[in-house]
């Protein structure tokens, strides 16, 4: 072996899909989602869902986009919530994601920094010479101890 991976037929690696690959025009869009193709397109000028574009400016919609398209009709149709308001639901659902995700990675680097103090602190500990400083049990008494200053001598 050379140590380069095996090629795929017709020479390209192979294509992974995700859910935010944008593959899908906007009649196939259009069918998926149960909306007119141009509800689409008003919902991408009003920037409610806004697909990717190819280089001649084609949409393309990725399955994160499908639902969201289906979303917003169920809000729409369902809720009776006007666009403007779906559009700020919108906003701030990802917004809520967005610092969920802050959220998340500062709780990451505060569990990180908690594990480093702690392995500084166990490394103090164990340089302490506990020989230098010996331990007595003190003796709890009731007893009264009354100091008297010594008569000075003339």
Do not use: C
């Amino acid at each position: 072996m050379d140590g380069r991976r095996p090629r795929q037929r017709g020479g390209f690696p192979p294509y992974e899909l995700t859910e935010d690959t944008p593959v899908y025009v906007i009649s196939v869009a259009a069918q998926l989602s149960g909306l007119h193709p141009q509800t689409l397109r008003q919902y991408d000028r009003l920037g409610l869902v806004s697909p990717d574009r190819t280089a001649g400016r084609g949409r393309r919609y990725s399955a994160r986009d499908i639902e969201l398209l289906r979303q917003v009709q169920q809000l729409s149709q369902d809720e009776g919530i006007n666009l403007a308001g779906i559009k700020r639901i919108i906003e701030l659902e990802n917004q809520v994601a967005a610092l969920q995700q802050r959220v998340a990675e500062l709780q990451a680097a505060l569990d990180g920094a908690a594990a480093a103090m702690q392995q500084r602190e166990a490394a103090v500990h164990a340089s302490y010479r506990r020989d230098l400083v010996p331990y007595q049990e003190v003796q709890q008494t009731s007893a009264l101890v009354v100091w008297r200053p010594k008569k000075a001598k003339d």
